[in-house]
């Protein structure tokens, strides 16, 4: 399925209630440690007020991926963060049209948008990155999500598909060569990052008790089912040595 289709697909599935009960490819674990090395990158996704509890779009148990992310940082020589950045009146907020609802659809000129809550303004304090991360070989926060008539799930690009963020060319200048995506929600900016990552020619773990799901009608499933297709691989902390 072109990108394209596939994002549009599952998102206007999953706010639709038409992708439950989709089977989930057997889980891809660990044979034996992985160990990092200088040209892995642990990315880490959204790990921000606004997805934790108290924030304005919580994800189901998004705080305890800080502890697991925060041990997991010692293994990693090379960090990025990223950071929902949205403008007041954003094309994905519901409140953005008369008449909609959280969690409802809406067509804008790239495809089928899901409608949220408003969440994760600029400079908000539900904005910033959780005070309990503890990253201290992080180097670099790419912002996304900050033109107003376009969302960005994808650390990597835009909802056009067309507008990069410049992480992949940052990423393949410092040599990397393997991404290791934790953080929130697994089923739309982790799943994406990490299949934009494949599609961009990365080895690409997902460390799946580092991320949390929303998991709209069957979308963390769909999810699971549509990395495993591409390539990513699903690992545990534990698998990291």
Not at 128 to 152: N, W
Not at 196 to 216: N, P, S
Not at 218 to 223: F, I, R
Request: net charge positive.
């Amino acid at each position: 399925m072109h990108i394209t289709n596939r994002r549009a697909l599952l998102k206007s599935a999953a706010a639709a209630g038409l992708v439950g009960g989709l089977g989930v490819s057997a889980p891809l674990f660990a044979a034996s440690p992985i160990k990092p090395s200088a040209k892995s990158a642990l990315i880490v996704v959204d790990v921000q007020n606004c997805f934790i509890e108290g924030g304005t779009l919580a994800v189901k148990g998004g705080g305890e991926v800080v502890p697991v992310i925060n041990k997991l940082a010692g293994s990693f020589e090379n960090i990025v963060v990223t950071q929902d950045w949205h403008t007041a009146g954003h094309a994905s907020f519901a409140s953005t049209y008369s008449g909609k609802k959280p969690f409802e659809t809406t067509k804008l000129t790239y495809g089928t948008q899901v409608l949220w809550p408003d969440h994760c303004v600029q400079g908000t304090e539900d904005a910033a990155v959780a005070k309990d991360l503890k990253l201290p070989t992080a180097q670099l926060i790419i912002r996304k999500g900050f033109h107003k008539e376009m969302d960005s799930y994808s650390a990597f690009e835009e909802a056009d598909h067309k507008t990069a963020t410049g992480l992949g060319g940052y990423l393949k200048q410092r040599g990397i060569k393997t991404v290791f995506v934790t953080g929130l929600a697994t089923d739309f900016c982790v799943a994406w990052t990490a299949m934009d990552a494949r599609k961009a020619g990365f080895e690409v773990y997902v460390i799946e008790d580092a991320t949390r799901g929303i998991d709209l009608n069957g979308s963390l499933a769909a999810a699971w089912k549509q990395m495993t297709a591409k390539g990513v691989k699903r690992i545990q902390s534990t698998d990291i040595g």
